[in-house]
């Protein structure tokens, strides 16, 4: 299948600095995306989704953006805290809620 | 959300022996999925657990190696089989449940880590 892939591996941020993560998806027809959270020795936790039908989204803290144009979705991250420290991942629903996931971001957050 | 329990959380075994994993979810769910997580690496589908049929296998997972049962709408158990070194890997069920507006999503359990020796 088509792949989701991210930008950058890791990401360092200094404490109460916003955090932008990427991830670029090759599959034009995916109409639904989920970015998780996964804390050392833990499952991943769900933080955000949109649908194409949207271009940016918002809950606490976060904001998922979505371009279409050029197949690109980011996680923003206000004011990042050091329990922000994880890695990230987007997931791309192929159909059937059966998600791709990219490779993940780890985001570590200095104090 | 959905409370996904999975049972064991860890577990070391001996190459050659198969392993079940149990998911237990608070309520009755649609579809069920299992995810593999390779030590570092990113989460792959292992097959949708279907609920009175056979599981349907993502490309390069086969019943043989990864039995799963489905028999009711709360419940399914992956068993690893003749495992090897290999097979050590964090093992992932999830469950879709409705978001209201954004429809359905995917939520996941803790995850049932494995180690071969």
């Known amino acids: 299948g088509e792949s989701v892939g991210l930008h950058l591996p890791t990401l360092s941020v200094q404490e109460g600095d916003n955090s932008i993560i990427n991830c670029a998806y090759s599959n034009s027809a995916s109409d639904y995306f989920i970015w998780y959270k996964q804390e050392s020795g833990k499952g991943p936790q769900f933080i955000i989704d949109i649908r194409s039908n949207m271009d940016k989204r918002q809950g606490q803290r976060v904001t998922v953006l979505l371009n279409k144009t050029v197949k690109h979705l980011s996680l923003q991250i206000a004011a990042t805290q050091p329990g922000d420290s994880a890695v990230y991942f987007c997931a791309e629903n192929m159909g059937f809620n059966k998600f791709y996931f990219g490779s993940g971001t780890k985001l570590n957050v200095k104090p | 959300s959905a409370v996904i329990s999975q049972k064991p959380s860890r577990d070391i075994c001996q190459r050659g022996t198969s392993l079940t994993i149990q998911c237990q979810v608070d309520s009755q769910v649609t579809m069920m999925f299992w995810y593999r997580q390779q030590p570092g690496q990113s989460l792959t589908l292992i097959a949708t657990?279907?609920?009175?049929?056979?599981?349907?296998?993502e490309s390069g997972f086969v019943i043989d190696k990864f039995p799963i049962s489905r028999p009711n709408l709360t419940f399914s158990t992956l068993t690893v089989s003749n495992m090897s070194p290999e097979d050590s890997s964090i093992y992932l069920c999830?469950?879709?449940?409705?978001?209201?507006?954004?429809?359905?999503?995917?939520?996941f359990g803790e995850g049932s880590w494995l180690t071969v020796v």
């Open positions: 999830s469950v879709d449940r409705w978001q209201g507006a954004s429809g359905n999503t995917i939520y």
């Open positions: 657990a279907n609920q009175g049929s056979e599981a349907t296998y």
